[in-house]
Structure formats: C-alpha cells, structure tokens
C-alpha cells in the first residue's frame, strides 16, 4: 500500500507542476480534467503525509527507549508510542478507504422518478411526501430540483413524479435511495383508526452527458399533446407537452412541466439519455451483481429498502437494520444519518471483498 500512497503523492507534486504553468489554462478542457485529479487526490496525499509523520514520530520514539532514561521521562515517551501506533492504525484505515475503488457516477446530477404502488390515494399521498422530502434534502445541500413530469390526484397526492436533481455529488449521496418505500399510517380517510400499509417505488438514476451518450433521431418517436397539468389556460389550449418514445428500448418519457415544447423537449431528453445510460449501466453491472449480492443492495425497484411507521414514530431502513424514531425529522428532509450509515455499510463491504481477493 505505501508504494502506491507514494506513486500517488507523485503524481500529485506533477499535476500541482502542471497547473502552475500559465500555459496550461489555452486549453480550458484540459486544466479542468487536470484540477479533477488534482483536487481527487488531496485527501490521499494529507493522510499519507500525515502518516509518514507518525511514523517518523513512532521511530523517533523507538530509539529514544533504547537509551537509558529516568522513569517519568520513559513512561512519557511510551506514551507518544503507543499514541503513534494508534494514529497510524486509523490512517491506516481511512486510507483504505480513500483507496476504495471510487464510482464513476458519484460527482453526477440524477434523475429521480417516485410512483405510487399498492395502497390507493393513501400510496398516491405518501409519494408526494416522499418528492417533499427529497426536495427539503436537495435545498439543505445547495442543489436545484426541476420537475420534468408530474401527474396528480384530486387530493394532492402524487400517481408519479419525474424531475431531476441537479449539484455536486447528488448521486454520491443519493444512489441508495432507489427500491421500494414502505408506509404504514392512519390515512386521514380512515373513520376506524386502522392502520393501513402501502408503497411507494424510487428509482435514482445517475444524468448522462450528451456527448457520453450518442442518441440516433431516427429511432425516436415524438408526439406533442396538450398538457393536462397545472399552469394556467396557455398550457391547456397549446401543445407544449411532449412524449419521446425510444423505439429500440421501447422507453417513453413525457415531459408537461413548461410553458415551451422546446424545454419540455429538453427536460424530456435529459430523462431518456439517462434512462438509457442506466440500461447500459445495468447490464455492464449484471454481471457483478451476479457474483455480489450487496448488503446495501442493487438499487432494485422491486426491493423494498424503508418502512416509514407514523404510528410508532419511526423509520427503519431493513438493508442495514438501522431505526430511528424521529419520523417528522425525517420526513422534512433530516436523512443524512440514513444516507451515511448506507454509505458506511457499502465501504467496510467492499473493503471485505478487497481482502478476501489479496
């Protein structure tokens, strides 16, 4: 691991080289790319310096033992031992995850979908609270949320839900979220105070670029329609709306956010690039999946992940048996200790499997 640790400090000290050249910023695509991997190996580079410190530190120590020392003098320089050797296990460990192979998709914007399952209006319902809650989370972080399509019911419930969350590392924070939502409450309905369970589906997929993606005109199909949406008597009397259907996959977005078919029909693309680069991104990882059966899980949509429990306050993620009674919290945003416990899980599971291979 340390030859590694220093061939990457090396490359550090290059790249830091490069970028004090003026000459490098001709080329905006390339110093971009170049501050990238710059700015990817900064935490490698402290940690690993951090230890060799220690480890000189530790050294230090070791031969100042070997010396004749009064008691107070040598308890005290055990001491600085023993607090070295501990400061380099723990480097020793977020350095290993720092080495973790990194997920390409993690700086990403995604595409989320929210569709209401079993359960009715009640299902309908809990999938608005669901879009709520992701949008109080994208606005905690600084990132902007667009909605693309949205098909509502009479009650203020959600039959489904499209729109993309756009910022920096959205998909690092949010891949896990994809599978289904369980809810068990007392809908607003019931006379008899019976519980009721229904379900909602999530679906993260992770934005593909244009240029990543190349998308023949020839096989799409696009209808326009008149939006049956809210915005007022421009949206209903033209037809903004937009429906793309990919014909190879059979894949069909529709977009009837905006007032212009020129942005629906942006927004709409977004969607079946993404869409499309997931299908690519599923197959290539099948094969994976196959062999790995994640403790954090395959973003399945047919995996429920969560039980939201009004009742009882509480939200239980069943992936990695994490509950917390502070459902309200939760429901208004609050889902970092969740995220982050997934996140967690995933790390220490793939470090396993980085040992079981050496």
């Avoid at 009640?122 to 399509?149: G, I, P, Q, T």
């Avoid at 289904?180 to 992770?206: F, Y």
């Avoid at 990882?285 to 009004?310: H, L």
Wanted: charged share 30%.
């Amino acid at each position: 691991m340390l030859e590694k640790l220093k061939a990457l400090e090396e490359k550090y000290e290059q790249l830091t080289l490069k970028l004090s050249d003026p000459g490098i910023y001709s080329d905006a695509q390339q110093a971009a790319r170049l501050f990238k991997e710059q700015k990817e190996l900064i935490p490698i580079v402290e940690a690993y310096r951090r230890r060799m410190k220690r480890e000189g530190d530790l050294e230090e120590a070791r031969q100042l033992l070997s010396t004749n020392l009064d008691a107070d003098f040598r308890e005290m320089v055990q001491e600085e031992l023993d607090s070295a050797r501990q400061d380099i296990a723990a480097i020793d460990q977020q350095l290993k995850l720092l080495l973790l192979p990194s997920d390409p998709n993690d700086s990403r914007s995604v595409v989320m979908e929210i569709r209401a399952g079993a359960g009715g209006e009640e299902a309908a319902l809990f999938a608005s609270s669901l879009f709520r809650m992701y949008s109080m989370y994208s606005e905690s972080h600084r990132w902007k949320v667009e909605v693309v399509n949205a098909n509502e019911t009479e009650l203020g419930g959600l039959k489904e839900i499209s729109f993309i969350i756009e910022g920096s590392g959205v998909w690092s924070r949010l891949k896990f979220e994809g599978g289904v939502h369980r809810v068990q409450r007392v809908p607003d309905t019931e006379a008899s105070g019976r519980i009721h369970t229904s379900t909602v589906t999530v679906a993260v997929l992770p934005e593909a670029e244009e240029v990543e993606l190349e998308i023949n005109p020839g096989e799409l199909q696009i209808d326009t329609f008149r939006s049956s949406g809210a915005g007022g008597q421009h949206v209903n009397k033209t037809e903004s709306a937009i429906r793309i259907t990919h014909l190879p996959t059979g894949i069909v977005v529709e977009c009837q956010d905006e007032r212009s078919q020129h942005k629906n029909r942006d927004r709409a693309m977004k969607i079946l690039r993404a869409k499309l680069y997931d299908l690519e991104r599923s197959k290539q990882t099948n094969a994976i999946a196959a062999e790995r059966r994640s403790q954090v899980g395959t973003g399945d949509r047919s995996e429920r992940i969560r039980t939201y429990n009004f009742p009882q306050g509480r939200v239980t993620d069943h992936r990695v048996g994490l509950t917390l009674y502070k459902i309200e919290s939760i429901m208004n945003g609050d889902i970092d200790e969740i995220i982050d416990t997934l996140i967690t899980a995933d790390q220490a599971e793939r470090l396993r499997e980085g040992s079981g291979n050496d």
